[in-house]
């Protein structure tokens, strides 16, 4: 009797670590570059953009469902759906866009990828979901699930976008499987668009939903490539006009710094020469988050942060 209480309080006390660890999650981890987006976290939704320039009246909302079958997020509260409330409308073809900036995974060729979780619930056939993927910032974009050059990418089954799944199911993308025959190089700007596209017909389905999405592209063995992450920082953060950038730098080495907006864009950049520290003006740009990444000219030491621009 007494070794089964203590085999429940230790389950108890491992589960409970277990919650509190997963409740401490960061959105981002620079180290391994690592972005975990569950639309539970205003903070964690970097680089995502709901397409409301081909569709002034893009279905896609952030919130908790609540329909008949979409009654549940993989992870509560929130997930982004084809309308939280409402059946999709007929003639529709609403998506949403996840940007991602090129980084060590590809420099490497050790590990980039996408996964989530998905649910559908719609007219087979006849009204289903995208995933594509663009390796040049939106201007050529491949459709990764039916064609079948990149069948052999899914590490997981290939998911099925229409008809019923009857529940959450899991989907994984080796990104940089294609990275040589899309030409897709460190730096360059990624785009992911997901779309969901009825007929005319006036259905009563739910349509279609993503959560806990995990974009990873990273290396490991820093050491023996001789990769190096410095200390870097920003301060005032947030900021209004005037942000300075400091570097541990005891050299007084040559390193570039790039200003990227959450879609992507490169918004300014400048070169640091025999200088532990630079000030960006960042007066003209639009309130929101930006991400700073500076390199050396050997590209052998790095660091990256956050910067919140305000109005």
Not at 42 to 69: F, H, R, Y
Request: charged share 15%; glycine share 6%; with cysteine.
């Amino acid at each position: 009797m007494k070794t089964n209480l203590k085999k429940q309080l230790l389950l108890g006390l491992f589960l409970s670590i277990t919650n509190l660890l997963s409740a401490q999650i960061p959105c981002w981890s620079e180290h391994q570059m690592i972005y975990y987006v569950n639309f539970d976290d205003g903070n964690c939704m970097e680089g995502l953009t709901i397409d409301t320039t081909s569709n002034v009246n893009n279905v896609w909302q952030i919130g908790a469902p609540q329909k008949n079958v979409f009654n549940n997020s993989y992870s509560a509260p929130n997930a982004i759906v084809t309308d939280t409330l409402n059946a999709y409308p007929p003639n529709d073809t609403s998506s949403f866009i996840f940007s991602h900036i090129a980084s060590l995974g590809f420099y490497y060729h050790h590990t980039v990828s996408i996964e989530g979780y998905f649910y559908v619930n719609s007219d087979t056939l006849n009204d289903f979901g995208l995933i594509e993927l663009s390796p040049d910032n939106g201007n050529t974009w491949y459709d990764i699930v039916n064609d079948p050059q990149f069948t052999s990418s899914w590490e997981s089954q290939k998911p099925i976008l229409t008809g019923n799944s009857n529940g959450w199911n899991y989907f994984k993308f080796n990104t940089l499987s294609i990275a040589d025959s899309l030409g897709i190089t460190y730096g360059d700007t990624l785009k992911y668009r997901f779309t969901f596209i009825s007929d005319e017909n006036q259905d009563t389905f739910d349509g279609l939903m993503f959560d806990n999405f995990v974009f990873e592209d990273y290396m490991e063995g820093i050491d023996e490539l001789g990769l190096n992450k410095i200390e870097s920082k920003s301060y005032p953060n947030p900021v209004t006009n005037a942000v300075t950038v400091e570097i541990n730098n005891p050299q007084l080495s040559a390193f570039e710094l790039q200003l990227i907006d959450v879609t992507g864009k490169e918004v300014l950049s400048a070169n640091l020469f025999n200088q532990n520290s630079i000030e960006l003006d960042i007066s003209t740009l639009d309130p929101g988050i930006y991400t700073y990444i500076i390199r050396s000219s050997d590209k052998k030491n790095w660091s990256s942060g956050k910067i919140i621009k305000t109005n």
